[in-house]
Protein backbone atom coordinates (compact mmCIF):
# COMPACT_ATOMS: atom_id res chain seq x y z
CA UNK A 1 0.00 0.00 0.00
CA UNK A 2 1.31 3.32 -0.90
CA UNK A 3 1.61 5.05 3.06
CA UNK A 4 4.44 2.38 3.75
CA UNK A 5 5.73 1.00 -0.23
CA UNK A 6 6.97 5.12 -0.76
CA UNK A 7 8.53 5.33 2.50
CA UNK A 8 10.34 1.98 1.91
CA UNK A 9 10.71 1.20 -1.86
CA UNK A 10 13.80 3.28 -2.34
CA UNK A 11 15.80 1.75 -5.21
CA UNK A 12 14.40 -1.66 -3.67
CA UNK A 13 13.16 -3.95 -6.18
CA UNK A 14 10.99 -7.19 -6.42
CA UNK A 15 7.00 -7.54 -5.55
CA UNK A 16 6.12 -5.71 -2.79
CA UNK A 17 4.38 -6.63 0.46
CA UNK A 18 2.96 -5.76 4.11
CA UNK A 19 3.08 -8.53 6.79
CA UNK A 20 -0.44 -7.36 8.95
CA UNK A 21 -2.28 -8.91 11.29
CA UNK A 22 -5.73 -8.86 13.95
CA UNK A 23 -4.71 -10.31 17.11
CA UNK A 24 -1.70 -12.44 15.59
CA UNK A 25 -4.25 -13.67 12.84
CA UNK A 26 -1.34 -13.19 10.31
CA UNK A 27 -1.08 -11.92 6.62
CA UNK A 28 0.69 -11.21 3.41
CA UNK A 29 -0.63 -8.61 1.54
CA UNK A 30 0.62 -7.64 -1.97
CA UNK A 31 -1.88 -4.52 -4.12
CA UNK A 32 -2.30 -6.33 -7.48
CA UNK A 33 -4.11 -3.12 -8.39
CA UNK A 34 -2.03 -1.33 -10.90
CA UNK A 35 0.17 -4.70 -11.66
CA UNK A 36 -1.38 -7.82 -11.41
CA UNK A 37 -0.47 -10.74 -9.45
CA UNK A 38 -1.70 -14.14 -9.89
CA UNK A 39 -0.03 -16.81 -7.96
CA UNK A 40 0.21 -20.20 -8.35
CA UNK A 41 -0.29 -22.73 -5.54
CA UNK A 42 3.24 -23.57 -4.81
CA UNK A 43 4.22 -19.68 -5.05
CA UNK A 44 1.41 -19.26 -2.40
CA UNK A 45 2.34 -22.12 0.08
CA UNK A 46 6.42 -20.53 -0.36
CA UNK A 47 5.21 -17.27 0.69
CA UNK A 48 3.46 -18.16 3.41
CA UNK A 49 5.63 -20.44 4.75
CA UNK A 50 7.01 -19.18 8.01
CA UNK A 51 10.54 -21.37 7.80
CA UNK A 52 11.30 -20.32 3.96
CA UNK A 53 9.20 -17.38 3.05
CA UNK A 54 7.58 -14.74 4.92
CA UNK A 55 5.11 -16.54 7.02
CA UNK A 56 1.46 -16.21 7.38
CA UNK A 57 -1.88 -17.97 7.92
CA UNK A 58 -2.84 -16.68 4.37
CA UNK A 59 -2.37 -14.30 1.25
CA UNK A 60 -4.47 -11.72 0.48
CA UNK A 61 -4.42 -9.80 -2.91
CA UNK A 62 -6.10 -6.34 -3.44
CA UNK A 63 -7.79 -5.94 -7.09
CA UNK A 64 -9.77 -3.28 -8.68
CA UNK A 65 -13.27 -3.92 -7.90
CA UNK A 66 -15.54 -5.38 -10.06
CA UNK A 67 -18.58 -4.33 -8.46
CA UNK A 68 -18.95 -0.27 -8.82
CA UNK A 69 -20.38 -0.39 -5.38
CA UNK A 70 -16.74 -1.62 -4.07
CA UNK A 71 -14.15 0.22 -3.01
CA UNK A 72 -11.56 -1.91 -3.69
CA UNK A 73 -11.44 -5.68 -3.87
CA UNK A 74 -9.60 -8.55 -1.80
CA UNK A 75 -8.75 -11.93 -2.98
CA UNK A 76 -7.87 -14.27 0.09
CA UNK A 77 -6.10 -17.31 -0.86
CA UNK A 78 -5.46 -20.69 2.07
CA UNK A 79 -1.40 -21.93 2.43
CA UNK A 80 -3.15 -24.32 -0.15
CA UNK A 81 -3.46 -22.42 -3.01
CA UNK A 82 -7.54 -22.42 -2.81
CA UNK A 83 -9.33 -18.92 -2.86
CA UNK A 84 -11.53 -18.40 0.25
CA UNK A 85 -14.68 -16.48 0.34
CA UNK A 86 -14.40 -14.66 3.34
CA UNK A 87 -12.14 -13.99 6.17
CA UNK A 88 -12.82 -11.49 8.65
CA UNK A 89 -9.58 -11.05 10.30
CA UNK A 90 -8.12 -10.12 7.00
CA UNK A 91 -10.82 -7.91 5.76
CA UNK A 92 -10.09 -5.93 8.67
CA UNK A 93 -6.49 -5.81 7.98
CA UNK A 94 -6.84 -5.05 4.37
CA UNK A 95 -10.14 -2.42 5.40
CA UNK A 96 -7.50 -0.60 7.74
CA UNK A 97 -4.46 -0.38 5.13
CA UNK A 98 -6.98 0.95 2.28
CA UNK A 99 -8.31 3.57 4.67
CA UNK A 100 -4.59 4.83 5.56
CA UNK A 101 -4.00 5.16 2.44
CA UNK A 102 -7.36 6.76 1.24
CA UNK A 103 -7.75 9.10 4.40
CA UNK A 104 -11.08 7.97 4.80
CA UNK A 105 -12.87 5.85 8.17
CA UNK A 106 -14.82 3.73 5.78
CA UNK A 107 -14.65 0.60 2.93
CA UNK A 108 -16.88 -1.37 0.80
CA UNK A 109 -14.85 -4.30 0.14
CA UNK A 110 -15.71 -7.00 -2.55
CA UNK A 111 -14.20 -10.42 -1.48
CA UNK A 112 -15.53 -13.74 -3.35
CA UNK A 113 -18.19 -14.24 -0.19
CA UNK A 114 -19.53 -10.83 -1.33
CA UNK A 115 -19.54 -6.78 -0.09
CA UNK A 116 -18.48 -6.33 3.20
CA UNK A 117 -18.54 -2.54 5.01
CA UNK A 118 -16.04 -1.53 7.56
CA UNK A 119 -15.57 1.37 9.67
CA UNK A 120 -12.82 2.36 11.56
CA UNK A 121 -13.37 2.22 15.40
CA UNK A 122 -12.61 4.16 18.75
CA UNK A 123 -8.90 2.84 19.33
CA UNK A 124 -8.03 0.69 22.55
CA UNK A 125 -5.02 1.36 24.47
CA UNK A 126 -3.66 2.91 21.67
CA UNK A 127 -3.95 0.55 19.32
CA UNK A 128 -6.76 1.17 15.93
CA UNK A 129 -9.66 -1.21 15.58
CA UNK A 130 -11.98 -2.13 12.50
CA UNK A 131 -15.70 -3.22 12.61
CA UNK A 132 -16.99 -5.16 10.22
CA UNK A 133 -21.26 -4.62 9.43
CA UNK A 134 -21.66 -8.19 8.90
CA UNK A 135 -24.92 -9.99 6.84
CA UNK A 136 -26.79 -12.28 9.24
CA UNK A 137 -25.42 -16.36 10.11
CA UNK A 138 -26.91 -18.85 8.01
CA UNK A 139 -27.89 -22.15 9.84
CA UNK A 140 -29.21 -23.72 6.20
CA UNK A 141 -27.63 -27.47 6.23
CA UNK A 142 -27.23 -27.29 2.29
CA UNK A 143 -25.79 -23.49 2.49
CA UNK A 144 -22.90 -24.29 4.98
CA UNK A 145 -22.79 -26.71 3.31
CA UNK A 146 -23.32 -30.27 5.44
CA UNK A 147 -24.06 -33.48 3.51
CA UNK A 148 -27.37 -33.67 5.42
CA UNK A 149 -29.83 -31.94 7.92
CA UNK A 150 -27.42 -31.71 11.11
CA UNK A 151 -29.55 -33.89 13.28
CA UNK A 152 -28.43 -36.59 10.61
CA UNK A 153 -24.96 -36.79 10.93
CA UNK A 154 -24.64 -39.96 13.26
CA UNK A 155 -22.11 -39.16 15.12
CA UNK A 156 -19.63 -38.06 11.87
CA UNK A 157 -19.43 -34.85 13.57
CA UNK A 158 -18.44 -36.12 17.05
CA UNK A 159 -15.01 -37.14 18.31
CA UNK A 160 -13.50 -37.69 21.55
CA UNK A 161 -14.80 -34.78 23.72
CA UNK A 162 -16.03 -33.13 20.52
CA UNK A 163 -20.47 -33.81 19.97
CA UNK A 164 -23.41 -32.04 19.80
CA UNK A 165 -21.65 -29.56 16.95
CA UNK A 166 -24.05 -26.01 16.18
CA UNK A 167 -23.92 -25.73 12.22
CA UNK A 168 -23.65 -21.78 10.91
CA UNK A 169 -22.16 -20.25 7.58
CA UNK A 170 -20.77 -16.35 8.07
CA UNK A 171 -19.67 -17.11 4.47
CA UNK A 172 -17.47 -20.12 5.09
CA UNK A 173 -18.46 -23.26 7.08
CA UNK A 174 -18.30 -23.74 10.65
CA UNK A 175 -18.79 -26.04 13.08
CA UNK A 176 -19.17 -24.48 17.32
CA UNK A 177 -18.43 -27.93 19.68
CA UNK A 178 -19.04 -26.18 23.01
CA UNK A 179 -17.58 -27.88 26.32
CA UNK A 180 -17.28 -27.48 29.74
CA UNK A 181 -12.93 -27.62 30.17
CA UNK A 182 -11.57 -26.08 27.46
CA UNK A 183 -7.88 -26.80 28.56
CA UNK A 184 -8.96 -30.63 28.65
CA UNK A 185 -9.70 -30.96 24.62
CA UNK A 186 -6.75 -31.33 22.42
CA UNK A 187 -8.06 -29.65 19.68
CA UNK A 188 -5.57 -30.10 16.83
CA UNK A 189 -6.07 -33.91 17.14
CA UNK A 190 -10.05 -34.14 17.54
CA UNK A 191 -10.82 -31.27 14.98
CA UNK A 192 -8.54 -32.60 12.38
CA UNK A 193 -10.91 -35.85 12.44
CA UNK A 194 -14.21 -33.76 12.34
CA UNK A 195 -12.87 -31.64 9.76
CA UNK A 196 -12.11 -34.13 6.81
CA UNK A 197 -15.60 -36.01 8.04
CA UNK A 198 -17.20 -37.02 5.11
CA UNK A 199 -20.57 -35.26 6.46
CA UNK A 200 -18.91 -32.20 5.31
CA UNK A 201 -18.66 -31.93 1.67
CA UNK A 202 -16.18 -28.68 1.62
CA UNK A 203 -14.75 -29.25 4.70
CA UNK A 204 -15.07 -26.57 7.67
CA UNK A 205 -13.88 -24.32 10.71
CA UNK A 206 -14.36 -26.30 13.63
CA UNK A 207 -14.50 -23.81 16.86
CA UNK A 208 -14.09 -25.49 20.08
CA UNK A 209 -15.72 -22.90 22.81
CA UNK A 210 -16.39 -22.80 26.45
CA UNK A 211 -19.17 -20.10 27.75
CA UNK A 212 -17.39 -18.36 30.81
CA UNK A 213 -20.16 -15.56 31.49
CA UNK A 214 -23.17 -14.14 30.64
CA UNK A 215 -23.97 -11.72 33.65
CA UNK A 216 -22.87 -8.37 33.12
CA UNK A 217 -22.97 -5.83 29.57
CA UNK A 218 -21.54 -8.48 27.37
CA UNK A 219 -20.93 -12.98 27.58
CA UNK A 220 -17.77 -14.26 27.96
CA UNK A 221 -16.45 -16.98 25.45
CA UNK A 222 -13.34 -18.42 25.48
CA UNK A 223 -12.52 -19.97 21.53
CA UNK A 224 -10.18 -21.32 19.35
CA UNK A 225 -10.66 -22.28 15.88
CA UNK A 226 -9.23 -25.26 13.85
CA UNK A 227 -9.46 -23.47 10.27
CA UNK A 228 -9.27 -25.16 6.65
CA UNK A 229 -7.05 -26.22 5.37
CA UNK A 230 -5.62 -27.86 8.90
CA UNK A 231 -4.33 -24.57 10.72
CA UNK A 232 -4.54 -23.80 14.32
CA UNK A 233 -4.63 -19.95 14.46
CA UNK A 234 -4.37 -16.95 16.99
CA UNK A 235 -7.52 -15.63 16.31
CA UNK A 236 -10.50 -16.45 13.66
CA UNK A 237 -12.90 -13.37 13.47
CA UNK A 238 -16.00 -15.61 11.63
CA UNK A 239 -15.27 -18.09 14.50
CA UNK A 240 -15.75 -15.44 16.72
CA UNK A 241 -19.11 -14.68 14.86
CA UNK A 242 -19.88 -17.85 14.44
CA UNK A 243 -19.45 -18.76 18.60
CA UNK A 244 -21.88 -16.27 19.30
CA UNK A 245 -24.71 -17.21 17.27
CA UNK A 246 -24.35 -20.54 18.51
CA UNK A 247 -24.30 -19.71 21.76
CA UNK A 248 -27.62 -17.85 21.32
CA UNK A 249 -29.77 -20.13 19.31
CA UNK A 250 -28.69 -23.11 21.35
CA UNK A 251 -30.01 -21.15 24.21
CA UNK A 252 -26.65 -20.93 26.32
CA UNK A 253 -27.32 -17.63 26.51
CA UNK A 254 -29.53 -14.45 26.02
CA UNK A 255 -27.16 -12.08 25.60
CA UNK A 256 -26.15 -9.92 22.52
CA UNK A 257 -22.92 -8.52 22.83
CA UNK A 258 -19.79 -10.76 23.54
CA UNK A 259 -16.22 -10.36 24.61
CA UNK A 260 -14.67 -13.66 22.26
CA UNK A 261 -11.14 -14.98 23.89
CA UNK A 262 -9.08 -16.32 21.96
CA UNK A 263 -5.14 -17.17 22.11
CA UNK A 264 -3.75 -13.96 20.05
CA UNK A 265 -6.38 -11.83 21.87
CA UNK A 266 -9.92 -10.92 22.27
CA UNK A 267 -12.57 -9.51 19.55
CA UNK A 268 -15.85 -7.85 20.25
CA UNK A 269 -19.04 -9.25 18.65
CA UNK A 270 -22.90 -7.68 18.82
CA UNK A 271 -25.36 -9.79 17.54
CA UNK A 272 -27.61 -7.09 16.76
CA UNK A 273 -32.21 -6.92 16.44
CA UNK A 274 -32.64 -7.52 12.57
CA UNK A 275 -29.48 -10.34 13.18
CA UNK A 276 -26.90 -8.48 11.58
CA UNK A 277 -23.36 -8.46 12.90
CA UNK A 278 -20.98 -6.20 14.36
CA UNK A 279 -17.46 -7.51 14.43
CA UNK A 280 -14.93 -5.28 16.41
CA UNK A 281 -10.93 -5.89 17.04
CA UNK A 282 -7.13 -4.72 17.04
CA UNK A 283 -5.58 -4.45 13.64
CA UNK A 284 -1.73 -4.45 13.35
CA UNK A 285 1.29 -3.87 10.66
CA UNK A 286 4.14 -6.07 11.39
CA UNK A 287 6.60 -4.89 8.76
CA UNK A 288 6.91 -4.95 5.10
CA UNK A 289 9.36 -5.99 2.34
CA UNK A 290 9.88 -7.44 -1.10
CA UNK A 291 9.51 -10.52 -2.64
CA UNK A 292 12.14 -11.44 -5.42
CA UNK A 293 10.76 -11.05 -8.41
CA UNK A 294 11.58 -14.77 -9.90
CA UNK A 295 9.13 -15.53 -7.21
Same mark, same amino acid.
Given at each position: ?11 ? &? ?12 ? +? ?8 ? +? ?45 ? @? ?8 ? &? ?70 ? +? ?23 ? &? ?16 ? @? ?79 ? +? ?5
Amino acid at each position: MRPYSEAARGDA &AGIFFIKTHGLGND +FVLVDGREKP +FRPQAAMIAQICDRHRGVGGDQLLVLEAPQSACADVRMRIYNVDGME @APACFNASRC &AAFLWMQEAGKNSVILETLGGLLEARMAEAENGQPRISLYLAPAVTDWQAIPLAGPLANHDGRLNHGTLSEP +FAVSMGNPHLVYFVSDFDAVDVPVE &AAVVQNSTYLPEQANIGV @AELLSSEGDEARLKLVVYERPGILTEACGSGACAAAVAAVRSGRTNQKKFRVLMPGGALQVELCADDTIILTGDVAVAFYG +FLPDEA
